[in-house]
């Protein structure tokens, strides 16, 4: 990666935290995307400065594109969108339809994301094989890390304005929830 990185975000998907960098060679109209400091996009000699690049981002390839717009003379102004929309709706959405637990087990870090709207479990960007019940007090989704019980436990809140409460329980203790 060279000197001419102009924007860069972090963006939390349910397989993963991607960051991605942009550089933008305004006198040589180079325009390269880096995903995890990993090259995923190059366009070189492009003659017109402005415009937008679309790329995919992590194992579930969600839209991502750049804009880049001219503010003046030569000052740009780079926006992020995912799946159409600003990168802080998205993330706003995205907080509102997934729950997220960070945690280290026999010493290796683990993510661990809810998509709730699907009840899909994901773990280190793996879709994990889930096995989900109804119980007295609301629905328990069973899975497996390495040699961990896991269980998402979601009951009712009692309040409707608050709806339903997930908990993660990792070999029955509580985990509390990340906040990305």
């Known amino acids: 990666m060279s000197g001419d990185i102009v924007g860069a975000w972090d963006v939390s998907l349910s397989d993963g935290v991607y960051r991605i960098e942009f550089e933008h060679g ?4 180079k325009r390269v995307i880096y995903i995890n400091g990993k090259e995923m996009l190059r366009r070189d ?15 579930t390839d969600t839209k991502a594109t750049i804009s880049i717009e001219a503010i003046t003379g030569f000052s740009y102004e ?3 969108e995912i799946n159409g929309k600003s990168l802080q709706t998205f993330l706003d959405n995205r ?6 637990w960070v945690l280290k087990l026999d010493g290796a870090d683990y993510r661990i994301v809810l998509e709730k709207d699907s009840m899909d479990v994901w773990c280190n960007g793996q879709k994990m094989e889930t096995m989900g019940e109804f119980t007295e007090n609301g629905s328990e989704t069973h899975f ?3 040699n961990h019980e896991c269980c998402i436990k979601a009951t009712s ?14 070999d029955g203790i509580r985990i509390e929830e990340a906040i990305e």
């Open 95 to 100: 907080s509102k339809m997934s729950k997220t």
């Open 144 to 146: 497996a890390v390495d």
């Open 26 to 29: 305004t006198t040589t109209g």
């Open 78 to 80: 780079y926006t992020l």
């Open 45 to 59: 000699w492009m003659f017109k400065l402005v415009g937008k690049e679309t790329f995919p981002v992590g194992s």
């Open 157 to 170: 809140s009692g309040r409707k304005r608050n709806g339903i409460v997930h908990s993660l329980l990792v």
